[in-house]
């Protein structure tokens, strides 16, 4: 522990807490189109989900980056919202600030990154995504479901990112996981 300049009674220095690392290059091209959500920490803004969460990311005609999220919910009907994305971190790309209009924290165009692709299977099939505070998590994929040798490296990667598996509980998806279990049960 430090001690801030002062000598006696002055307060300790706070630990700078950093956020996840990025992976070193995020590929946009191959990032674009559809990933599945097969786990996650709940978020207020999913807990309407029930079912089948996907997030798609394509190229807007300005340039930018559209997101469409859409999930199938507890009363069996789609729910779907549509936001941007823009990338804060040029030599990675893999920090971006997302938002959606008239979601409460995330109504802003622009903004500080919250969105961090901190790992990807080499081919691009999964990716975990986080936030800089470590407070929200997804693991995203191609397909419904993973092979368990990509499940391992995914847990492996949310502990490299400095989070508990157990807090991320796994998404029903059709041809996937039925089940809602924390992941580090699954």
Not at 2 to 28: D, H, K, N, S, Y
Not at 44 to 67: E, H, K, W
Not at 118 to 129: K, N, Q, R
Not at 158 to 176: F, R
Request: glycine letters at 10%.
């Amino acid at each position: 522990m430090t001690l801030a300049a002062g000598g006696i009674g002055a307060a300790p220095a706070r630990a700078q807490v950093t956020g996840p690392a990025p992976v070193q290059r995020l590929e946009l091209e191959r990032y674009l189109g559809t990933w599945r959500q097969l786990a996650a920490i709940p978020q207020y803004f999913n807990l309407v989900c029930a079912r089948d969460t996907q997030a798609n990311y394509s190229l807007d005609p300005q340039g930018g980056i559209a997101v469409r999220n859409s999930c199938i919910t507890w009363a069996n009907t789609l729910n779907e919202i549509n936001g941007t994305a823009v990338v804060n971190d040029r030599e990675t790309g893999a920090q971006l600030h997302v938002s959606f209009p008239g979601v409460p924290t995330q109504d802003r165009q622009e903004g500080p990154t919250n969105y961090i692709v901190t790992a990807l299977g080499p081919d691009y099939s999964w990716a975990l995504v986080t936030d800089p505070s470590r407070i929200s998590g997804f693991v995203l994929a191609r397909a419904a479901a993973l092979e368990e040798r990509a499940w391992g490296e995914v847990l492996a990667a949310i502990t490299a990112a400095g989070q508990n598996p157990c807090l991320y509980l796994t998404s029903p998806t059709t041809g996937g996981e039925s089940r809602i279990v924390p992941l580090c049960l699954r």
